[in-house]
């Protein structure tokens, strides 16, 4: 609790009452040149839309939160992606993707407005980052030491609602070809989660579209890409005309989480604002 007198008037403010506001970007997919093509969208041209889109509605936000492919395999875009991110004025909190390089993310992304994985506090909530890699793989796992960290984030701070994010889905997205390079053990992450009570959220990006559903009462979110999407649904892999997106989210006092997808284009649809209760 602070206490101050603003006008003569006695005043106390609970920092932990307030609302806190963050932005998701998800799978930028950078190259070390600008002009860089992935299935035909120059991928930071299409960044910087994304983000010029989000700074043209409320902002700033508490902080960003990139959720992994920040690169396509190419370790010179992370110079990009700072170009992007670090004039902003934002904290920028990051986790790896299958397509990111991370000993050169780690190296390139190393101090402000950028952090890589852990835990960070914002008013009444706990956001935790996870790394879901495997070397190698394009589906991805917890090892046994992330997914005690995520025990030890949460047992921490059991008062806090938590958020926690990482790269790959934890739940079927009805898509043959996606569904396996996944997480290959969402029980360990749900078995982790279910023993704690304050994860109000899981969001992620990876699958290239926006998906919503809700385990318990917890919320699964995932984020399109702010370049290139894939199908829903798909059996084989296919691409989905949408435009690049990004997602907004409203982290109330109460456990309550606002969130809308938004699309980059004039003319695209966009997703309902939706509520959910964590009661
Ligand atoms: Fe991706």
Not at 99 to 115: C, K, Y
Not at 175 to 196: C, E, K, Q, T, Y
Not at 247 to 262: A, F, H, I, K, Y
Request: glycine letters at 8%.
């Amino acid at each position: 609790m602070i206490e101050f007198t603003w006008r003569g008037v006695a005043v106390c403010y609970d920092p932990s009452m307030r609302i806190v506001r963050l932005v998701q970007f998800t799978d930028p997919h950078l190259f070390g040149e600008e002009a860089g093509r992935l299935r035909g969208i120059a991928t930071y041209p299409a960044l910087i839309g994304a983000i010029e889109h989000a700074r043209a509605r409320d902002w700033p936000p508490d902080a960003i939160v990139a959720t992994g492919d920040l690169v396509q395999d190419d370790p010179t875009g992370y110079a990009l992606f700072r170009r992007a991110f670090a004039g902003l004025g934002v904290p920028v909190h990051c986790l790896p993707g299958n397509h990111d390089v991370r000993d050169a993310m780690r190296r390139e992304l190393a101090g402000a407005p950028f952090t890589l994985g852990g835990s960070v506090d914002f008013g009444a909530w706990r956001l935790v980052l996870l790394d879901s890699t495997v070397d190698g793989s394009a589906g991805g796992c917890l090892s046994d030491g992330t997914l005690a960290e995520l025990d030890k984030a949460l047992g921490d701070a059991p008062e806090r609602h938590a958020l926690v994010c990482l790269h790959h889905h934890p739940v079927a997205m009805s898509s043959r070809w996606l569904d396996r390079v996944g997480l290959a053990n969402p029980a360990d992450l749900f078995r982790v989660i279910d023993a704690h009570r304050n994860v109000r959220a899981v969001l992620f990006g990876h699958v290239h579209q926006s998906f919503e559903a809700l385990r318990g009462r917890v919320r699964l979110l995932a984020t399109p890409s702010t370049c290139t999407q894939f199908l829903p649904r798909a059996e084989d892999f296919a691409v989905d005309a949408r435009p690049p997106a990004y997602r907004t989210l409203e982290l109330l006092p109460d456990g309550t989480l606002q969130t809308e997808v938004v699309w980059v284009d004039s003319c695209a649809a966009r997703s309902p604002r939706s509520v959910c209760s964590a009661a």
